[in-house]
């Protein structure tokens, strides 16, 4: 069987904990692809396995760019397809219940280097998200070693330290969006210096700054973890940063459950990757972490049930308030949900 298909994924079958708990999923995708369609009707089949998760944010991927018209605005077309769904899962999810999300924002794409243009595709996205547009990821990621990677990031070489960059991300927040990011382990400090650049701009990182674990990596997870506690707490620092709790499943990480002939239990995700999660929250605070699931990307490694399991058993140790902050408040804060 291959990884991340139905019948791979039902190998693993968990009781759902806190059946009850209300959830804000704020980071996954939809896309077109070839084998691989992940629409409303496979997002819905992962939001009714069993946890109560009522609204979602879709995060750029880029996917359904237009194909003719000016370059710079062809990423409206991801935002014109996401607000039709949008719309679909409002009008058929009733009030958000039997496992039916509302996708209750949109994160699209620009070119945040291109100051000439920037405000024109804001205001495009805007038009196009009818109400549901929040803000923009212009990703970071880059790698010396792509050929590694299972998804390798296409960012040019010191993309957080160029002005024309950092002037796109103060725009943001001057007009009130967030920026979201993706980008590996080694770029973390990078990160830091350009959140303590914008400092009125709300970033979000996201999927812990992913920690690598093939290729040039594998095989070091100690060093590279303790590095990467360090530079965690650098990040946290800058009060204009949230951070996303989730996308550790992704193949690059290295943990290897894609390759198995079953996926990640809850259970073997708690005890591979807590030290990630209690280490951000602690750095950060409840108030500034937002649980994702990264669906469906971590797909690949296991079920949306098991990950929200997995994420309840990590958070028993906090307080209701905190685990209110963390699976629902900080997102819909962040996000104006």
Partial sequence: MESGSPEWLAQVAEPIIDPQREIVDPHHHLWHRPGFDYVLDDLWADTASGHNVVKTVFVECRAEYRTTGPEHLRCIGETEFVAGIAAASARQAGAGTNGRAIISGIVGHADLTDGAHLDEVLDAHEAAGEGLFRGIRHSGARDPHPEALFIAGRAPEGLYGRSDFRRGVARLGERGYTYDTWHYHHQNPAYAEL????????????????????????????????????????????????????????????????????????????????????HTIDAFGPDRCMFESNFPVDKWSLSYHVYWNAMKKIAARYSEAEQTAMFSGTATRIYRL
């Fill in 195 to 278: 959140a303590r650049a914008v400092p009125g701009t709300t970033l979000v990182l996201d999927h812990f700054g992913t920690p690598l674990g093939v290729g040039e990596y594998a095989g070091k997870r100690t060093e590279i973890f303790r590095a990467w506690k360090a530079d965690i707490t650098a990040i946290a620092a800058c009060p204009n940063v949230v951070a996303k709790l989730g996308g550790l499943a992704m193949p690059d990480n290295g943990f290897g459950w894609n390759t198995r002939a079953k996926p990640a239990t809850s259970e073997e995700l708690v005890a591979a990757q807590q030290d990630y999660y209690l």
